[in-house]
């Protein structure tokens, strides 16, 4: 392999990349070859899963988020992302910016309307009516449990250890690295190399659900605008175009235009948000971004532990309808996490973990809030509170992705907006192409830095081979083939990510003699020195951008010190072993 590598002019891990990418093209020709068996296969895998391991889903985010929770406001919340004397690269302004254009792009246009009108029609609550007041007051409080706090929990976390592992111990940027304090130098051998082998599967398939998604909304949109069929090959045709866009990006050099260009179309998307807030009963949204907060905040603890266990005895369908929801959703949002890890990660180093948290839990669960009221109780509103339903229940029964222009349809200038709107997924599509190519050449390089071109270059049309893939092998099934699909994907993944808790206490554990309980003499002092311009209120080298105590950390460039590291431990992590062909 280190040979070929060679040979290729590659820059990355051999065992890894080409473990990696002839796992992914073997993948794609079983399922083009059996398409049925494939199709048998995934579907029935799903259903064990989601049957005797959808409990697992659901506890095991919940388990997440309040983990994450007590790292921000414990003694180990001082800790930073780096080394003591490392600042934020970013204002905090840019870096909010950065967490919106992160990962909700695709995701808040596909179910904004779909999601509050789906649980709005069909209740999943025992004795709610369709289409009353409780079943859109239900609506929005679920929507806001997949979508906000829980959803960035799967993203903090994974961004966490990353951060925490990579940057204070030098490891390299692979998943493989958060495993350290338990497998130490073997993070470089065999299971390591598994590790990261399953997690760049997880994340092409991750990724190209995610597309997959974005190319029936396209298509559904080309289909209202311009009576595109809406077919399987009109999506692949979707599919090819975009890749082709996103590729020739990376290959003639235009990253930095993309990443302008995404930054554009966020301000877009928000523009469309604002207009629909404008166009719609301005009064009563605003009312609603209040009181649906409230509502969320008292039926969220609730939510994340509903597991509809009665179901088999009060529902003539039994336990599925989490299995098509919660359990699809976390398994999906899951296979993104080594991608998001890395990006959060990247975006955050020198600020403390209890900055790294609360921004990251807090922002983006805000701005879902705001999305998913203004879309949300609009469209519920349009196809009548109290009533029989409308033409947007209708359409989202039809087919999910028309939610979004069925609703347009109810708004002055509806073919501009539409066509914004399809100009917005597409530019979504393409970003997140872009980026998740150079994550997971990273994951498979272990450098933080960008590897050579024809090495993105095949993993941006990897991803899109995946999803025209799988688009194929679902067919007509369409949106029930892809939650198939990444159910089973999902579920090696979460077993990952839900593993680096204790890793990251362990390694939080060793470091407990830096950092003392915060008293509350302490906590004022800080901060009060912080409102009079007295510096950073502590005497330890907070960073600027923060507002909390930091703590010391190995050097740059050097391995953790036996302060860092068990005293039992004679072996350090080296800052990447690798010479980008190695054997081990």
Same mark, same amino acid.
């Given at each position: ?41 995934? !579907? ?30 414990? #003694? ?40 509050? =009108? ?8 025992? !004795? ?30 994974? !961004? ?13 940027? #692979? ?27 997880? +994340? ?7 597309? !997959? ?29 975009? +890749? ?15 990443? #302008? ?25 605003? #009312? ?125 200038? +509806? ?85 680096? =808790?204790?890793?990251?206490? =362990? ?57 860092? +590291? ?19």
């Amino acid at each position: 392999m280190d040979t070929l590598a060679r040979k290729l002019g590659l820059k990355t891990n051999p065992q890894i990349f080409f473990w990696s990418a002839g796992l992914t093209i073997s993948l794609l020709v079983l399922f083009l070859i059996f398409q049925d068996w494939v199709g048998d296969a995934f !579907g029935s895998g799903r259903e064990w899963i989601v049957t005797n391991l959808g409990w697992f889903f659901i506890l095991g985010v919940t388990v997440w988020l309040v983990f994450l929770i007590w790292v921000a406001i414990s #003694r180990y919340g001082r800790l930073r992302l780096g080394d003591d004397d490392d600042k934020p690269a970013y204002s905090n302004l840019s870096w909010f910016a950065m967490l919106f254009a992160g990962g909700i792009g695709t995701v808040l246009m596909f179910w904004g309307v779909a999601e509050p =009108i789906s649980h709005f029609s069909n209740p999943p609550f025992e !004795g709610v009516q369709p289409y009353s007041a409780e079943a859109a007051e239900d609506a929005m409080s679920i929507s806001l449990y997949h979508l906000s706090l829980h959803t960035w929990a799967i993203f903090t976390l994974p !961004g966490l250890a990353f951060g925490y592992f990579i940057y204070r111990y030098k490891l390299p940027m #692979r998943v493989s690295s958060v495993f350290y304090p338990v497998l130490k130098e073997r993070i470089h051998g065999r299971i390591g190399k598994t590790i990261d082998v399953v997690a760049v599967l997880g +994340t092409v398939f991750g990724l190209a659900v995610s597309l !997959g998604l974005g190319t029936s909304q396209i298509n559904a949109g080309l289909s209202e605008l311009i009576g595109l069929p809406d077919s399987v090959w009109a999506k692949v045709i979707i599919i090819t175009t975009l +890749t082709i866009v996103a590729t020739s990006s990376i290959v003639v050099g235009l990253e930095k235009g993309v990443k #302008r260009l995404s930054n554009i179309n966020i301000l877009v998307a928000v523009g469309l948000m604002i207009f629909v807030l404008i166009f719609s009963d301005t009064v009563f949204l605003l #009312r609603q971004l209040i009181e649906s907060l409230g509502t969320y905040a008292s039926d969220v603890v609730p939510l994340a532990f509903w597991n509809d266990a009665m179901a088999e005895f009060t529902k003539d369908g039994g336990w599925g309808w989490q299995g098509g929801w919660t359990v699809f959703y976390w398994a999906w949002t899951v296979t993104w996490a080594p991608f998001m890890g890395v990006f959060l990660a990247r975006i955050s180093r020198g600020r403390t973990i209890r900055q790294f948290v609360i921004g990251v839990l807090v922002a983006p669960s805000l701005f879902t809030l705001v999305w998913f009221v203004i879309f949300g109780w609009s469209a519920m509103e349009i196809d009548g509170i109290g009533g029989d339903g409308g033409p947007i229940s209708e359409a989202v029964a039809e087919s999910v992705p028309l939610a979004m222009f069925e609703f347009f349809d109810n708004f002055p200038l +509806t073919t501009l907006i539409s066509g914004i709107a399809v100009v917005v997924v597409a530019l979504f599509f393409a970003t997140s192409s872009d980026s998740a190519s150079l994550v997971v050449d990273m994951l498979c390089s272990g450098d933080a830095e960008a590897g050579p071109i024809r090495q993105r270059a095949f993993w941006g049309l990897t991803e899109g081979a995946v999803a025209a893939t799988l688009i194929v092998v679902g067919g007509e099934a369409g949106l029930s083939a892809l939650q198939e699909v990444i159910t089973v994907v999902g579920l090696p993944i979460f077993i990952l990510v839900t593993l680096m =808790i204790p890793t990251l206490f =362990i390694g939080l554990r060793h470091e407990k003699h830096k950092v003392t309980p915060m008293t509350h003499q302490h906590f004022v002092q800080m901060y009060s020195d912080q409102l009079n311009g007295n510096g950073n209120g502590s005497d330890t080298g907070e960073a600027s951008g923060g507002g909390d105590e930091s703590v010391s950390a190995p050097k740059s460039g050097a391995a953790p010190s036996a302060s860092t +590291t068990p005293p039992s431990e004679t072996a350090t992590p080296t800052a990447n072993p690798e010479t980008r062909s190695d054997t081990s």
